[in-house]
């Protein structure tokens, strides 16, 4: 079982050693400290270490003892002379080392490799290494993938021990001391030899002939001169294994330079780069260049010039003219680029990071502007970052590049303002159009027969659904522009991937999905969605696209984490996912319901109750006494108008209702029931006067007119005088001295015309209604009584409670 414990123990240290080593990295800077040992107090964790520019002088065992996690170790600029060949037995992980300028002496006893078996960056190069024997140390690292050294003398043999090493780069490093033997880079397997001169000029013949008939990439570094040599060289050889070959920070002679380039254009070399030239002697006329060639392609990059007078057009025309299918110039203040003097094989053009203007390819001549016709091969044409602005005028630019099928136009500053059309050539599908100053009316200037376009941050507001018809337009990209919703496909029905990140996207409508019926994928993320019920068809839709259910077939980008909510505030930054938006408060019909049916219900059974308890009846007869009460208080009369004045009421009523007179309302009003002196024309009519010197009496001496209204006073003649005396003398008396009262039902129409002044006391006045209901009567009587209550001259009535 031991055996076994350990072995798992191993293992499991093993697993949670890559775990750790996962991790995100840690940096630790102590560069230029004057640091003569390396400090005790690392953290455990770093996994980065810059010890550079300091004066250690010697590593030793337990250096690095607590920094298990070590992968980059940086100790070049020091004064190290010995390394303890135990020294890196605590770092499994280490990547990279840099042992770079300092003072070590002995290539063959750098035994502290032994422990370095992971390393797949090694630096010794800059030491005062007499000769270059790797030692046997060297050969138990099979990661290595780059390898820099330098040496005096370099011979045959010295890198037998890294001859099954397949190295990706290997750097040497070589002086005006050198000493080579021819053949000493046979034992060498690496795809790419770069050869640092440190005295600026090609020193060793012969390793530049091994480099050339050895290695598939050369890169020749830190060069001034010796490039006639070089040249020379380059025409003799008959032979050459070198492909690509690369001439990086270089201070070199515009002949120099076009002598080199024609040499190289009759080698096998296929690929020429130049990058951190410096050119000076620049021409004043033309220089031929050789038209047939094997070279593919030619770049140029960070080229700096120190004359001020010269012919650029001389320049331009040599670096256009080249005899390859490739021509890359990046990164160069040109602010023009001429046309080829014929048909060019060129394929492919790269002005990337220039200063080109709308000027491109053409000439002026006899004040006519002249397009360029002959880069009719040109498939693939890249003019980013440049200085161009007219999308028009760059349209006539390359309106004859017949081939032409990528244009790569990004962080211009192009806009579309032209009335003029724009005539780009038939074949262009691929279109980069990215940061620039364009609006919607860009899609009125683009190729019909294009297949992807890049409108990526621009100022483009809305797709317009008059927008030319690109019926070959697969992918549309629109992140990061202003776009408010959802564009139509009207225009480009082949659409299958749409991209709309970073846009104004509140609550994108859903519903003009349906003018895409062929798109599969779709990108929204990141923009300022309002989680309202708005936003409920698109969550849907996510939902589904996410889950793959129905027949949607679409793909949201990066659902759900980049879509947040940024109102309302309680849910902001909040995921879309994570919202709940019901039913009930979205659809308006519903929402209706919810509220209208509990309303109803509501109203209907309060109605039926009110219905069956008559409360509207007991509503009515309240306000009554209410209002009666408040009028006794409120008015005033004069003690003049009530000179005369014995009685509290006079009732008139029809004798066919004598009786409900006699039985209920004389008993609820006089003596001690009521209180109320009431007068009548049974009690109180003077024998021997008329009777409408009787009914005026009775009126003139009452304070009220008590009227009881049914079908017989209707039909009564001296009711009709009475109530015809009564409302005379309501204008003395105020509108309140008559008070009607409803024995029966008395509909409106049984009112015969000649009563017009009942029916419109009728329209005008509140009147009391006689209850059926005994549980009534006596709420009857209470305001029957508040409506007569008032003081006669002489004998104050005091107030009745009902």
Not at 504 to 511: D, F, G, R, T, Y
Not at 582 to 602: N, Q, R, Y
Not at 707 to 727: I, Q, R
Request: net charge neutral; charged share 15%; proline share 5%.
């Amino acid at each position: 079982m031991r055996p076994m414990n350990a072995a798992l123990w191993l293992a499991a240290m093993i697993v949670g050693l890559q775990q750790i080593a996962s991790s995100p990295d840690v940096v630790v800077n102590l560069s230029s400290k004057n640091l003569s040992s390396v400090p005790r107090d690392l953290p455990q964790t770093v996994t980065n270490l810059d010890l550079s520019c300091n004066r250690i002088q010697q590593l030793h065992k337990g250096d690095f003892q607590n920094t298990t996690l070590l992968k980059s170790l940086n100790v070049s600029w020091n004064i190290l002379e010995e390394i303890d060949p135990a020294t890196f037995l605590n770092t499994p992980l280490l990547e990279e080392l840099d042992l770079s300028h300092n003072r070590l002496k002995n290539l063959s006893g750098q035994q502290y490799l032994l422990h370095t078996g992971n390393l797949r960056m090694l630096n010794l190069s800059c030491n005062t290494f007499p000769s270059m024997t790797l030692g046997s140390a060297f050969s138990t690292l099979v990661k290595l993938q780059r390898l820099a050294l330098g040496a005096k003398n370099i011979s045959v043999g010295d890198f037998k021990n890294i001859a099954g090493m397949k190295l990706c780069t290997l750097t040497l490093c070589v002086g005006d001391e050198l000493a080579y033997e021819a053949g000493s880079l046979k034992d060498v397997q690496a795809e790419r030899l770069q050869i640092t001169f440190t005295s600026n000029q090609i020193v060793g013949r012969d390793v530049v002939e091994d480099a050339l008939s050895l290695f598939v990439q050369v890169e020749l570094m830190n060069l001034s001169g010796g490039f006639r040599e070089l040249t020379q060289q380059l025409r003799q050889r008959a032979g050459i294994h070198t492909t690509h070959l690369y001439l990086t920070n270089i201070s070199i002679k515009w002949k120099d330079l076009t002598d080199c380039v024609n040499v190289i254009l009759q080698t096998s070399i296929t690929h020429l780069a130049a990058s951190d030239v410096t050119l000076y002697n620049l021409p004043y006329i033309d220089t031929p260049v050789i038209q047939t060639s094997q070279m593919k392609s030619f770049s140029a990059r960070m080229v700096v010039v120190t004359a001020f007078f010269f012919s650029q057009e001389a320049v331009y025309n040599f670096f256009i003219n080249l005899p390859v299918e490739t021509v890359s110039i990046t990164e160069i203040p040109i602010i023009h680029m001429t046309c080829p003097k014929s048909q060019s094989p060129i394929l492919e053009l790269d002005f990337s990071y220039c200063s080109l203007s709308d000027s491109i390819f053409s000439r002026v001549e006899h004040q006519e502007i002249l397009e360029c016709e002959n880069l009719g091969n040109v498939r693939k044409l890249i003019l980013i970052n440049n200085n161009l602005k007219s999308l028009q005028l760059l349209s006539k630019r390359v309106q004859y590049m017949k081939s032409l099928q990528h244009l790569a136009l990004s962080l211009n500053s192009l806009v579309y303002e032209s009335p003029e059309e724009c005539v780009w050539p038939p074949n262009i599908t691929n279109m980069t159009l990215a940061s620039n100053g364009l609006t919607e009316s860009v899609f009125k200037c683009l190729p019909k027969g294009i297949e992807t376009l890049d409108l990526e941050n621009n100022q483009v507001s809305v797709v317009p659904s008059s927008v030319l018809k690109m019926e070959n337009l697969l992918s549309l990209n629109l992140n990061s522009n202003r776009l408010r919703d959802l564009p139509v496909c009207d225009g480009f029905p082949m659409l299958s991937e749409l991209m709309l990140k970073s846009n104004s996207l509140h609550a994108p409508s859903v519903n003009k999905l349906e003018s895409c019926p062929k798109l599969k994928t779709l990108d929204v993320s990141s923009n300022p969605f309002t989680c309202t019920c708005s936003l409920r068809s698109f969550i849907r839709l996510a939902t589904k696209s996410k889950q793959k259910t129905g027949n949607t077939g679409l793909e949201l980008v990066s659902w759900p984490l980049n879509y947040y909510c940024i109102y309302p505030e309680d849910v902001r930054d909040s995921t879309l996912n994570s919202i709940w938006l019901p039913e009930v408060s979205c659809d308006v019909g519903i929402l209706a319901a919810t509220i209208l049916c509990p309303a109803v219900i509501m109203i209907v059974v309060v109605l039926t109750v009110c219905h069956r308890l008559d409360i509207p009846w007991y509503m009515g007869m309240i306000w009554q006494w209410v209002r009666a009460k408040h009028r006794a208080r409120m008015q005033q009369v004069r003690p003049e108008d009530l000179v005369g004045v014995e009685f509290h009421a006079f009732v008139s009523y029809s004798q066919h209702d004598a009786d409900w007179v006699h039985n209920s309302l004389l008993p609820n009003l006089e003596g001690p029931a009521g209180g109320f002196q009431i007068s009548h024309h049974e009690k109180n009519f003077v024998p021997g006067k008329t009777i409408i010197e009787n009914i005026i009496g009775c009126v003139e001496k009452s304070r009220r007119s008590v009227f009881v209204l049914s079908a017989h006073f209707v039909k009564s003649e001296w009711c009709h005088y009475e109530l015809y005396f009564a409302s005379h003398h309501r204008l003395a008396r105020g509108s309140d001295s008559i008070v009607l009262v409803l024995l029966e039902p008395l509909p409106q129409y049984t009112i015969p015309s000649k009563y017009y002044q009942l029916k419109s006391m009728m329209g005008r006045h509140t009147y009391l209604e006689w209850p059926q209901d005994r549980a009534k009567h006596r709420l009857f009587w209470a305001n029957l009584r508040a409506a007569l209550q008032a003081d006669l001259p002489n004998a104050p009535v005091t107030e009745i409670q009902g």
